[in-house]
């Protein structure tokens, strides 16, 4: 029987997909020879199509070309690494060739990465079974009746999400639900689509209603962890990830996220525990060693983080976030046959893309930290432009809703409000672009005896995003036009409740820090429901500040930092906000620039003292003393005496900047 791959409707099919599917049909009709030659021939003009690589492949097989048809795939597998059906496609092969061993691995790879193939499950209980496997044969088995017991909709659907068909899936899936109503693997899935698109909000509506209808369903619940995670709600995390180690506390998959849950709230011991626990079970786990790297790093303990992140990538030798992860140590330096592996692994076509830009810039700061300038930035460049080929960034948008911002907080919007809000002074808050130098004002606060360090805290976005409603798009947004319609009853219980949800990083000192970044683009909102608060402006020169960005791989999120001329646009966005908020809120904010500080500690120091209201202490000048989680990139560097490498290393690589600068114009001028 011809499985091809399945194919969501189309409308308007290109030339190339019209003729894919001219060829497919000659497929089901059993014209091989036929379909592979139209094949071969359409691979002239698309050699890297996924679609036409398999058609080939399956045809050469039904033809008895298996040799061709293993090349073929080969040659596909080095392009479409992630493409579930390739590996199913050679289980065929190797069955055809008469070897199980090589077919159950490719089956079990195909499994692996789609676990909706009903064939490569009825292929693998045949297989196993053969071989006197009979676990595996009745697991594959079951797999088999799950498989046959959902509606064809529903396997089509989450076999095109497997294979990256996001899209095509969510139609599938959609159309299905509204016809079938509350099915829970549908909703389940159509979460799971949500969650990739980053429209979390749907997707936990959608596993909350899940688990009404199927309160056992354990996996639903896991991945209802994980949107809380992303949505930064570990408290009601840690309640659902408890509930997960209730139903089974063996479950790696369980343990592994609650211990991910602890570190979203602090609590590094207990993860640290758990991933240890996990690591003796399986002591080659390379992101069991890495998140243990991570959780050292936040502690303090470089030197064991540094060991356990070298164990990860050996662990995993083309693991680009373990090498990664050291260089972003920024104190960390690289052995001549680390780079080697590195380069070998980065020009490896079997290396993943994620792996592989993580790869990159593990390149350029190592190249950097040599002078290599010239390689180094090839290497950056090369990482920024893979990642931001996975990513979605419009800079328009970001600049419609400053520009919003600056229509909606007048001066005398905030005059008319005069007395709202949450009275409290509690927060701190820190904002500025990335590596702007506000780690650095961070940990000289938190040295403090009555101020708490806390983290990047994102109880503000969460509050914008509600407050742009369900359906917002990067059109239309009810924010930040529904300031203008809260009642003071509103904006109080707004501010209240940001301190209520913060209480939990917090100790007994009376001060605690939001380090934000991004919150400089709702310094209006924070006024309104926190209007005592302390704002602090964490300002770098703007060349330093653009090219550390671009330099830097950030976990989530900062998405304008890929592209030179995106980060000039930002930071002329940020300027020009910031600009506003003090001629609108003159005095609110207190600017703090990097050079400045640096050049100057203990002035700026007291200056930043007074302004928060207290009083001078002689440890937040030994800042690099105080023992602390800290979770940013500058970890490092504020753990040692000040800092003032960062502030010229832009410099070497002016030969290569020409763009972002022209881009920020008179702001590099007004700089120097």
């Given at each position: 029987?011809?499985?091809?791959?399945?194919?969501?409707?189309?409308?308007?099919?290109?030339?190339?997909?019209?003729?894919?599917?001219?060829?497919?049909?000659?497929?089901?009709?059993?014209?091989?020879?036929?379909?592979?030659?139209?094949?071969?021939?359409?691979l002239l003009a698309v050699p890297e199509n996924r679609d036409v690589l398999y058609a080939v492949a399956v045809c050469q097989r039904y033809l008895g070309q298996i040799a061709e048809a293993l090349g073929t795939l080969a040659h596909f597998q080095r392009l479409h690494p992630g493409f579930s059906r390739l590996y199913q496609e050679q289980g065929h092969c190797q069955v055809a060739a008469r070897n199980p061993g090589a077919a159950i691995e490719a089956y079990l790879t195909a499994v692996n990465i789609n676990v909706a193939l009903p064939a490569s499950w009825q292929a693998l209980e045949v297989l196993f079974k053969s071989a006197g496997?009979?676990?595996?044969?009745?697991?594959?088995?079951?797999?088999?009746?799950?498989?046959?017991?959902?509606?064809?909709?529903?396997?089509?659907?989450?076999?095109?999400?497997?294979?990256?068909?996001?899209?095509?899936?969510?139609?599938?899936?959609?159309?299905?639900?509204?016809?079938?109503?509350?099915?829970?693997?549908?909703?389940?899935?159509?979460?799971?689509?949500?969650?990739?698109?980053?429209?979390?909000?749907?997707?936990?509506?959608?596993?909350?209603?899940?688990?009404?209808?199927?309160?056992?369903?354990?996996?639903?619940?896991?991945?209802?962890?994980?949107?809380?995670?992303?949505?930064?709600?570990?408290?009601?995390?840690?309640?659902?990830?408890?509930?997960?180690?209730?139903?089974?506390?063996?479950?790696?998959?369980?343990?592994?996220?609650?211990?991910?849950?602890?570190?979203?709230?602090?609590?590094?011991?207990?993860?640290?525990?758990?991933?240890?626990?996990?690591?003796?079970?399986?002591?080659?786990?390379?992101?069991?060693?890495?998140?243990?790297?991570?959780?050292?790093?936040?502690?303090?303990?470089?030197?064991?983080?540094?060991?356990?992140?070298?164990?990860?990538?050996?662990?995993?030798?083309?693991?680009?976030?373990?090498?990664?992860?050291?260089?972003?140590?920024?104190?960390?330096?690289?052995?001549?046959?680390?780079?080697?592996?590195?380069?070998?692994?980065?020009?490896?076509?079997?290396?993943?893309?994620?792996?592989?830009?993580?790869?990159?810039?593990?390149?350029?700061?190592?190249?950097?930290?040599?002078?290599?300038?010239?390689e180094s930035f090839e290497f950056y460049e090369r990482g920024n432009a893979l990642k931001r080929a996975e990513i979605r960034y419009q800079a328009a948008a970001l600049e419609r809703v400053a520009k919003l911002q600056t229509s909606v907080c007048t001066r005398e919007f905030f005059a008319s409000r005069a007395g709202t809000g949450c009275e409290r002074a509690d927060p701190i808050f820190i904002v500025g672009l990335p590596r702007s130098g506000s780690t650095l004002i961070e940990q000289i606060l938190a040295s403090h005896s009555q101020v708490e360090g806390t983290m990047e805290l994102a109880d503000i976005p969460r509050l914008v995003?509600?407050?742009?409603?369900?359906?917002?798009?990067?059109?239309?947004?009810?924010?930040?036009?529904?300031?203008?319609?809260?009642?003071?009853?509103?904006?109080?219980?707004?501010?209240?409740?940001?301190?209520?949800?913060?209480?939990?990083?917090?100790?007994?000192?009376?001060?605690?820090?939001?380090?934000?970044?991004?919150?400089?683009?709702?310094?209006?909102?924070?006024?309104?429901?926190?209007?005592?608060?302390?704002?602090?402006?964490?300002?770098?020169?703007?060349?330093?500040?653009?090219?550390?960005?671009?330099?830097?791989?950030?976990?989530?999120?900062?998405?304008?930092?890929?592209?030179?001329?995106?980060?000039?646009?930002?930071?002329?966005?940020?300027?020009?906000?910031?600009?506003?908020?003090?001629?609108?809120?003159?005095?609110?904010?207190?600017?703090?620039?990097?050079?400045?500080?640096?050049?100057?500690?203990?002035?700026?120091?007291?200056?930043?003292?007074?302004?928060?209201?207290?009083?001078?202490?002689?440890?937040?000048?030994?800042?690099?003393?105080?023992?602390?989680?800290?979770?940013?990139?500058?970890?490092?560097?504020?753990?040692?005496?000040?800092?003032?490498?960062?502030?010229?290393?832009?410099?070497?690589?002016?030969?290569?900047?020409?763009?972002?600068?022209?881009?920020?114009?008179?702001?590099?001028?007004?700089?120097?």
């Amino acid at each position: 029987m011809v499985d091809p791959a399945p194919a969501a409707p189309r409308s308007g099919p290109s030339p190339v997909e019209a003729e894919v599917i001219r060829i497919q049909g000659l497929m089901q009709a059993g014209k091989f020879a036929e379909a592979l030659g139209a094949g071969k021939q359409l691979l002239l003009a698309v050699p890297e199509n996924r679609d036409v690589l398999y058609a080939v492949a399956v045809c050469q097989r039904y033809l008895g070309q298996i040799a061709e048809a293993l090349g073929t795939l080969a040659h596909f597998q080095r392009l479409h690494p992630g493409f579930s059906r390739l590996y199913q496609e050679q289980g065929h092969c190797q069955v055809a060739a008469r070897n199980p061993g090589a077919a159950i691995e490719a089956y079990l790879t195909a499994v692996n990465i789609n676990v909706a193939l009903p064939a490569s499950w009825q292929a693998l209980e045949v297989l196993f079974k053969s071989a006197g496997n009979a676990t595996d044969a009745a697991t594959a088995a079951a797999h088999v009746a799950k498989l046959a017991s959902l509606p064809a909709a529903v396997v089509m659907a989450t076999s095109l999400f497997a294979d990256g068909e996001t899209h095509a899936a969510e139609q599938v899936i959609r159309q299905f639900l509204t016809t079938h109503g509350n099915h829970v693997e549908a909703m389940r899935l159509l979460a799971q689509i949500g969650i990739k698109l980053e429209i979390l909000d749907d997707a936990e509506v959608l596993l909350e209603g899940v688990l009404i209808l199927a309160p056992e369903y354990h996996l639903a619940r896991y991945d209802l962890v994980q949107v809380l995670l992303q949505r930064h709600q570990a408290v009601r995390a840690h309640a659902e990830a408890l509930k997960l180690l209730a139903a089974d506390a063996a479950n790696r998959n369980f343990r592994t996220v609650y211990a991910t849950v602890c570190v979203a709230l602090g609590r590094h011991e207990e993860a640290l525990t758990v991933y240890r626990q996990l690591l003796e079970e399986a002591p080659r786990a390379a992101a069991i060693h890495l998140s243990v790297a991570h959780v050292l790093k936040t502690m303090g303990q470089q030197a064991q983080a540094i060991e356990a992140y070298r164990a990860a990538a050996a662990a995993k030798p083309d693991y680009g976030d373990a090498y990664w992860s050291l260089a972003n140590l920024k104190t960390y330096g690289f052995a001549d046959e680390e780079i080697e592996r590195m380069r070998r692994a980065e020009a490896s076509p079997s290396t993943a893309l994620i792996d592989r830009y993580h790869l990159c810039f593990s390149l350029g700061k190592a190249l950097e930290d040599r002078a290599e300038y010239g390689e180094s930035f090839e290497f950056y460049e090369r990482g920024n432009a893979l990642k931001r080929a996975e990513i979605r960034y419009q800079a328009a948008a970001l600049e419609r809703v400053a520009k919003l911002q600056t229509s909606v907080c007048t001066r005398e919007f905030f005059a008319s409000r005069a007395g709202t809000g949450c009275e409290r002074a509690d927060p701190i808050f820190i904002v500025g672009l990335p590596r702007s130098g506000s780690t650095l004002i961070e940990q000289i606060l938190a040295s403090h005896s009555q101020v708490e360090g806390t983290m990047e805290l994102a109880d503000i976005p969460r509050l914008v995003h509600s407050l742009q409603g369900r359906h917002a798009t990067e059109a239309h947004s009810a924010y930040p036009a529904v300031l203008g319609s809260l009642s003071a009853g509103q904006l109080r219980q707004m501010g209240e409740k940001y301190l209520a949800d913060t209480q939990i990083f917090r100790t007994t000192k009376p001060f605690f820090i939001d380090k934000m970044p991004n919150n400089f683009r709702h310094l209006g909102l924070i006024h309104l429901i926190l209007p005592n608060a302390r704002i602090i402006d964490a300002r770098r020169e703007p060349m330093a500040c653009c090219f550390s960005n671009f330099k830097q791989l950030f976990a989530s999120g900062q998405e304008f930092t890929y592209g030179l001329e995106d980060i000039a646009r930002y930071y002329r966005m940020y300027v020009e906000l910031m600009a506003h908020w003090d001629a609108v809120l003159p005095g609110k904010v207190l600017r703090v620039q990097h050079e400045t500080l640096v050049g100057d500690l203990q002035g700026n120091v007291r200056r930043i003292l007074d302004f928060c209201g207290l009083g001078f202490e002689p440890a937040c000048l030994e800042f690099y003393k105080t023992e602390r989680s800290i979770r940013t990139a500058s970890s490092e560097q504020v753990r040692q005496p000040i800092f003032t490498e960062g502030l010229t290393q832009w410099r070497h690589f002016e030969p290569w900047l020409g763009p972002l600068k022209s881009a920020l114009g008179e702001l590099v001028e007004n700089a120097a």
